[in-house]
């Protein structure tokens, strides 16, 4: 009986913590609440990518990550695509003489891509990804990015739902 009053203050001591338990998310349909992380991408991109999140209104987007079943991961990276190489030249001569010159250019081609991914937050599983080519105008690639990120959940969804 001395160690009944004990344990049972510990267990509700620790109620608290146990509510805070955050479990992993099987299907990213469980999430509720989203956190948008920038990894490398200017600002405005990232405001733009939020308010067409906001938009959509799947999630509600917190202010810290430790409030998110979900981290939603912008990135930015070039890809390299190929390259291109030109040469030109030229002679002249007369006789038994002759000069020329030649020209030769190289250069790569990079596309620069945006990435965002959807990632559980407490196991880090990524659930989906979507990318787009960077469009240097306002609202491009973010507009197109939410759009396609929404397309494969709507399309998950809709395959859970048979």
Same mark, same amino acid.
């Given at each position: 009986m001395k160690l009944f009053l004990p344990t049972v203050i510990c267990c509700l001591l620790c109620l608290p913590l146990a509510a805070k338990e955050i479990r992993s998310l099987t299907d990213i349909s469980e999430a509720k609440t989203a956190y948008l992380v920038n990894q490398g991408t200017d600002l405005?991109?990232?405001?733009?990518?939020?308010?067409k999140l906001q938009e959509w209104g799947r999630w509600k987007l917190v202010s810290h990550p430790e409030e998110a079943?979900?981290?939603?991961i912008l990135s930015e990276q070039e890809i390299a695509a190929g390259s291109v190489s030109t040469a030109s030249g030229y002679? &002249?001569?007369?006789?038994?003489y002759a000069t020329g010159s030649s020209t030769a250019i190289a250069?790569?081609?990079?596309?620069?891509?945006?990435f965002l991914s959807a990632v559980d937050r407490?196991?880090?599983?990524?659930? &989906?990804?979507?990318?787009a080519v960077r469009r240097r105008h306002i609202g491009g690639s973010p507009a197109y990015?939410?759009?396609?990120?929404k397309g494969q959940i709507e399309k998950h969804e809709h395959r859970i739902e048979r």
């Open positions: 405005g991109t990232v405001d733009d990518v939020r308010e079943d979900l981290l939603l002679a &002249t001569g007369s006789g038994h250069a790569g081609i990079a596309i620069p891509k945006v407490q196991s880090g599983n990524i659930f &989906t990804f979507v990318s990015l939410v759009s396609q990120l």
